[in-house]
């Protein structure tokens, strides 16, 4: 999507060990009119697919998934991250590596809120490693829902997230995948 | 907002300890459609009163904040909860104790996102002993901007948090406010 490829390079910052900063219109201050540009993109990207739900992960995709949503109309549930929990059988829960932050925990819903009957669109705004997106993909099959697919904001290509879950066959689709920031120079995959 | 007060009635459940649980349509599952009539209100409320920037917190103010924005035509921020911070001297921070979860943690702002020429609404989901609105109008001082006011989804009037906002002087407006929940009966303050 060419108006954000635009803003990365204007906006993002390339720092040491592979790390993108757009934290001035994506996760900490947020663009809006963006969002929602990127809002009709996905929906346009996934016309004529079946979506009851969109799902996305705290704290970051929450405002993108929820713009999204009003291209949809469905509801947006966000999972939930914690490092100690109490398991009452009321959630689907899944064990996820942090890449970033290099710690474990736990992501989690609750059960009622997706059934067998539910299509599900993952949405966030970030695909590096692909460990999040996998175990927001393992929560949707644990209920036995469908997984319709995942739009992503920004996939860093030269690292393998994108490619582990294209090889499963879920449709995934990046609005800016970059595909090398050596020496600071932002190059996207076309 | 009587679509919102019909909707804890319906949906809402009241739990020990003065816990009003609405993760069905708030929280945890997002109702993008009632959000949007939330984010009519709030412009409707504050129309004629300058705003430039939305302020929120993770997680669960982003979604109501996010849709809230397009009714305003401005960024929103969301402030970030941490317990071990690195203090780099880029960030406005400020100390909150949780009344849910019994911790103290640090929220912090990126201090280039908020200047002395911003007029900073602030937007979030619940309003109980007022210690998470009492930082973000804090970290908003600190930056020198000005707070136009608050806007929450839900009050609980009960409990002390929007009278001592009230009493600095700060504009409050709340779209339901729970006067008591006895016996599990909600009861709305009108």
Redesign the interface.
Known sequence: MQQLEERILRDGIVKDGGILKV???LN??????L??RMGQEFRRLFAGSPVTKILTI??SG??I???A??YF??????A?KTKSMILDGEFLTVKVESFTKKICYDIM??K??LSPQDHVLIIDDFLAKGNALAGLINIVKQAGAQVTGCGIAIEKGFQNGGKRIRETGIRLESLAIVESMENGVIRFQR
Chains 1, 2 share one sequence.
């Open positions: 934290d001035s219109f900490h201050q947020m663009d809006i009119a969002f929602e705290e704290a929450i405002g998934a929820c713009i949503a009003r109309g469905v509801p947006v549930i966000y939930k819903v609750a009622r809120y």
